[in-house]
C-alpha cells in the first residue's frame, strides 16, 4: 500500500490544488488500476508531507503563517521579556466585515473544552 514517488509527486500536487484524499486515491487509481491504496494512505501522505514544510518552525510561527496565508486578522502579545506568547487574538475575515459593520454585537463561542496544555480557549 505504499505510493511510488510519482504517486507522492501527485498527491501533492493535488493537495496544493485543494483536491479532496477521495479524488486524490481515484486520479491514482485511475493511473495506476493495479494500486491497492485506501484514503487512510492518502492522509498519511498528506500529514508527511505537512511535517516536512513544517521543518524548523515553532507551533506558534506554523499558526501565525497560516493564518496569515488565510486571510484571517490576527494580533498576539508576549511575555514583556519577549519570549512567550501569552494571548492569540484572531478572527475570520467575513465575521470581522460583520463585527464592523454591528460593532454592537458581539457572540463568542466559548464550548470548546481545554486544549493540551489545560488552558481555556477563551
Do not use: C
Amino acid at each position: 500500500m505504499r505510493l511510488t514517488p510519482s504517486e507522492e509527486r501527485t498527491v501533492e500536487q493535488m493537495t496544493h490544488q485543494n483536491i479532496k484524499p477521495r479524488d486524490i486515491l481515484a486520479a491514482i487509481k485511475e493511473q495506476n488500476p493495479h494500486n491497492v491504496s485506501t484514503r487512510n494512505t492518502i492522509y498519511n501522505a498528506r500529514a508527511k508531507l505537512g511535517r516536512m514544510e513544517q521543518v524548523g518552525e515553532t507551533p506558534m510561527q506554523i499558526l501565525f503563517d497560516r493564518l496569515g496565508k488565510v486571510g484571517f486578522v490576527f494580533y498576539h502579545r508576549t511575555s514583556q521579556n519577549g519570549e512567550r506568547v501569552e494571548d492569540v487574538f484572531f478572527i475570520h475575515p467575513e465575521s470581522n466585515m460583520l463585527w464592523r459593520a454591528f460593532p454592537h454585537v458581539l457572540l463568542i463561542d466559548a464550548t470548546y473544552k481545554t486544549n493540551r496544555y489545560k488552558m481555556p480557549l477563551v
